[in-house]
């Protein structure tokens, strides 16, 4: 794991601990085919079965060829929804530049997943230009700091 994906991690953590909280990472559902619009399939196997009180269930992403465990998510209290897309109830908007967001990516996946993340941060450009999701946020905090040590 590298340095601003462990810091992430540990965010993650600390905020869900706080929480007492599941997460769901928006992760889970993209992929490099599908960068931003996988939502029917999040909302259809984990919010709309939580939001009736039924155990959300669903496979993650299989990235990098890498077979996850199922996923399965009982109803209780707060569930986070963690990713460049998920905004609901309360979203924190973590604004990093785009320069750091693809090194973090490159550092985490390797040089040869450049192409994949070039197609990626343009599908994510196009989102951010059109939904102005900091805009919508509750809360926008710095994406290049580490807020939780």
Same mark, same amino acid.
């Given at each position: 794991m590298v340095p601003g994906e462990r810091a992430r991690a540990r965010s993650r953590a600390w905020l869900a601990?706080? =929480?007492?909280? $599941? /997460?769901?990472?928006? $992760?889970e559902f993209a992929s490099w085919d599908n960068p931003v619009? !996988? !939502?029917? +399939? =999040?909302?259809? #196997?984990?919010?709309?079965? =939580?939001?009736?009180?039924?155990?959300?269930q669903y496979q993650p992403t299989a990235w990098a060829g890498e077979q996850r465990a199922p996923v399965i998510i009982e109803p209780a209290g707060t569930?986070?929804? +963690?990713?460049v897309t998920a905004y609901l109830a309360y979203s924190i908007? /973590? $604004?990093t530049h785009r320069a750091v967001r693809m090194q973090r990516g490159i550092d985490r996946d390797g040089e040869g997943a450049? #192409?994949?993340?070039?197609?990626?941060?343009e599908a994510e450009d196009r989102y951010i230009e059109? +939904?102005?999701?900091?805009e919508h946020a $509750?809360? /926008?905090v710095p994406g290049d700091k580490d807020l939780w040590r």
């Amino acid at each position: 794991m590298v340095p601003g994906e462990r810091a992430r991690a540990r965010s993650r953590a600390w905020l869900a601990s706080e =929480l007492a909280a $599941d /997460v769901i990472h928006t $992760d889970e559902f993209a992929s490099w085919d599908n960068p931003v619009d !996988w !939502w029917p +399939e =999040l909302l259809d #196997r984990a919010l709309k079965p =939580l939001a009736r009180g039924a155990a959300a269930q669903y496979q993650p992403t299989a990235w990098a060829g890498e077979q996850r465990a199922p996923v399965i998510i009982e109803p209780a209290g707060t569930v986070l929804l +963690e990713g460049v897309t998920a905004y609901l109830a309360y979203s924190i908007w /973590v $604004d990093t530049h785009r320069a750091v967001r693809m090194q973090r990516g490159i550092d985490r996946d390797g040089e040869g997943a450049r #192409r994949q993340w070039e197609r990626w941060m343009e599908a994510e450009d196009r989102y951010i230009e059109s +939904e102005r999701p900091a805009e919508h946020a $509750d809360i /926008v905090v710095p994406g290049d700091k580490d807020l939780w040590r």
